[in-house]
């Protein structure tokens, strides 16, 4: 895929499918979207997200997240099921806002 990031190291590997699998989870299950925006730190301990992954998920930067692999569909539903509208998760996937 153009303009992707191609994980080849395993650590990697695992984190983006530990990240993507939050996201799933999170798309697909309102509880756990409403315990993220609670207190995510204890849903990124659970997920074993960490790193550049868990400070993006923190800051909800959509952009870093794509940028380091993330499934763009999961990432865009999982925005919108923490509440974060359309027009706001565009402008930060394309860097506009923090």
Request: aromatic fraction near 12%; charged fraction near 35%; charge should be negative.
């Amino acid at each position: 895929m153009a303009g992707r990031v191609c994980h080849r190291r395993r650590g990697e590997v695992i984190a983006v499918y530990d990240l993507q699998k939050l996201l799933w989870d999170v798309r697909k299950d309102l509880d756990l979207a409403n315990r993220f925006r609670s207190e995510p730190d204890a849903v990124l301990d659970e997920y074993g997200i960490d790193g550049e992954e868990r400070a993006a998920m923190k800051a909800l930067d959509f952009k870093t997240l794509y940028e380091r692999g993330a499934n763009p569909y999961l990432l865009y539903f999982c925005a919108l099921q923490i509440g974060v509208d359309r027009a706001e998760y565009y402008a930060k996937l394309r860097g506009e806002v923090s």
